[in-house]
């Protein structure tokens, strides 16, 4: 027979190995901002079971029961709630530009999914974005809809040509999602200066649309067979 200790000395290890296994890669950017990975290697009955959802919520999850999305809807969740640290309800609600957000916990967030990953972003003190792409050949072809033809030109010259491409757009989108608004051309309103790229790095981007212009620092990252590009804030936001 096992005693309380003996147990608990089982149990707590186990328990933990569950919360983490899933956590591929995590990154402190400062003192309030973090984003990290999740691999999704559970079955969605497994991550739904992590969760407290209200009614609507369980009703949109049933609606995506049969897709890849519910997979990638429940593995963000699960990855928001582990960062939070938090076993409660989350309310987590999408804005009219479809920018999430969180009624009740003073933090800001960016989700982002892609085939087997999923990715969260928080930060306590400014809006942040991320992103992450699987890296495939065929990006090639759709790169004059997110490039200007100046960084296409930039990025041909570039000795890892297909990397740099998704260099570019994960940053872009990261831009996009900070920003948090509709309407914003990735090709005409959003622009990065030149780069190399080296695997990890930093872009300089700006936005600018009609009388908006802000700038940015973009991170980007690769990962295995995946690009992540993430940023906080607009440097001359106000």
Same mark, same amino acid.
């Given at each position: 027979?096992?005693?309380?200790?003996?147990?608990? $000395?089982?149990?707590?290890?186990?328990?933990?190995?569950? =919360?983490?296994?899933?956590?591929?890669?995590?990154?402190?950017?400062?003192?309030?901002?973090?984003?990290?990975?999740?691999?999704?290697?559970?079955?969605? *009955?497994?991550?739904?079971?992590?969760?407290?959802?209200?009614?609507?919520?369980?009703?949109?999850?049933?609606?995506?029961?049969?897709?890849?999305?519910?997979?990638?809807?429940?593995?963000?969740?699960?990855?928001?709630?582990?960062?939070?640290?938090?076993?409660?309800?989350?309310?987590?609600?999408?804005?009219?530009? $479809?920018?999430?957000?969180?009624?009740?916990?003073?933090?800001?967030?960016?989700?982002?999914?892609?085939?087997?990953?999923?990715?969260?972003? =928080?930060?306590?003190?400014?809006?942040? %974005?991320?992103?992450?792409?699987?890296?495939? &050949?065929?990006? *090639?072809?759709?790169?004059?809809?997110?490039?200007?033809?100046?960084?296409?030109?930039?990025?041909? &010259?570039?000795?890892?040509?297909?990397?740099?491409?998704?260099?570019?757009?994960?940053? @872009? *989108?990261?831009?996009?999602?900070?920003? %948090? &608004?509709?309407?914003?051309?990735?090709?005409?309103?959003?622009?990065?200066?030149?780069?190399?790229?080296? %695997?990890?790095?930093?872009?300089?981007?700006?936005?600018? @649309?009609?009388?908006?212009?802000?700038?940015?620092?973009?991170?980007?990252? &690769?990962?295995?067979?995946?690009?992540? $590009?993430?940023?906080?804030?607009?440097?001359?936001?106000?």
């Amino acid at each position: 027979m096992w005693t309380k200790l003996e147990l608990f $000395g089982v149990i707590l290890p186990c328990f933990l190995q569950f =919360i983490f296994m899933a956590i591929a890669y995590s990154k402190q950017i400062d003192d309030s901002t973090e984003f990290a990975l999740w691999k999704i290697e559970e079955e969605a *009955e497994d991550l739904y079971a992590q969760l407290q959802l209200n009614d609507e919520e369980k009703a949109f999850v049933e609606q995506l029961k049969h897709s890849k999305r519910n997979l990638h809807w429940l593995a963000t969740r699960v990855l928001l709630r582990t960062l939070l640290h938090t076993d409660e309800y989350i309310d987590c609600k999408v804005d009219a530009h $479809g920018k999430p957000y969180l009624v009740t916990l003073p933090y800001h967030i960016s989700l982002s999914h892609s085939f087997e990953y999923a990715a969260v972003m =928080i930060s306590k003190n400014g809006a942040v %974005g991320i992103d992450i792409e699987h890296i495939q &050949q065929k990006v *090639e072809r759709i790169a004059p809809r997110f490039l200007n033809p100046g960084e296409l030109k930039a990025a041909k &010259q570039d000795p890892h040509f297909v990397e740099a491409l998704y260099a570019y757009w994960c940053a @872009k *989108e990261a831009v996009y999602k900070c920003h %948090g &608004q509709k309407n914003v051309s990735f090709a005409n309103d959003i622009s990065l200066q030149p780069f190399t790229f080296t %695997g990890e790095g930093s872009i300089q981007a700006r936005l600018q @649309k009609d009388t908006l212009l802000l700038d940015y620092k973009v991170d980007y990252l &690769q990962y295995e067979d995946y690009m992540i $590009g993430y940023v906080k804030g607009a440097w001359n936001e106000k």
